[in-house]
């Protein structure tokens, strides 16, 4: 890939908060933390040679400016993650379902770092692969339950236009490994609000102005979209409406990444 690799800060920003969000979803869905690291991919040749064994995904974004990030892995990687996921299920399904999640908890993370807000289309699984000289790349290592799988390959293709950050200049950070503060166990006592997020919709002020009892607002979510739970602001968790001894509820299906949550807490 040559010295184009290294063009797009941004996206390797990007793909680095991925690989934080891929290890959360194996936490979520194994019940085990991996090891799980990445480095560039400063010439794709070797992969281009793999790329016949490699299942490859495809997931795209929404709107006029969407992007399309491409997850690459060879069978003895996706297969270990689906055993631990799912035991007994049917494996690629299982794998696929990582991925979805980790692309979920991504755009709830990554979106205040864009220009615009962005949400997943379906995924799918690609017969073809991607020519890998216009994605930025990222080779991910995973280690799980003392086993090192093969590397993962994430890419994201290279429109800077739909990732760029907003006016404020505020961006994806790829947050370190934090350790609690000495103050943290004096905090574990204080409250905080916790909101709700079932969807937002935005509206014209001719429409607010007609609002009225019996009207209907659509929101920006499918009926089977996840809620998210919000702290300050700051979405940690996402999950789905239950009803609890005639109360409402949520029940927690992802969760945001320990650094995050860490930083968090500090800051409350």
Known sequence: MGSEQHRYPFLERFLARWTNELGSAIESQTGQAPAISHASVPDSGSWEERA?????????????DNFAIWIGAEED??????????????????????LKQANRNLAGAAAP????????????????APALNALELVEVQINLAGRTLPSLLAGVERQAQALEPGASGSEISTLPATSASPMLSRLMDLQLPVTVLLGRAVLPIRDVL??????????????????????????????????????????????????DRIALQDTA
């Open 113 to 128: 770092g864009f220009s615009k807000p962005f949400r997943w289309r379906d995924g799918s699984m690609e017969q073809t």
């Open 77 to 98: 990687c996706w297969s270990a993650l689906a055993g631990a996921s799912k035991p007994g299920g049917e494996p690629k399904q299982a794998y696929f379902e990582l």
């Open 210 to 259: 007609k609002i009225s009892s019996g009207s209907l607002i659509e929101l920006d979510r499918q009926i089977d979209d996840y809620v998210e739970v919000m702290v300050h602001g700051t979405v940690v968790a996402r999950g789905e409406i239950v009803s609890v001894r005639g109360n409402y509820g949520v029940r927690i299906k992802e969760i945001i990444s320990r650094q």
């Open 52 to 64: 016949g064994n490699v299942l490859w995904w495809k997931q795209t974004t929404e709107g006029a």
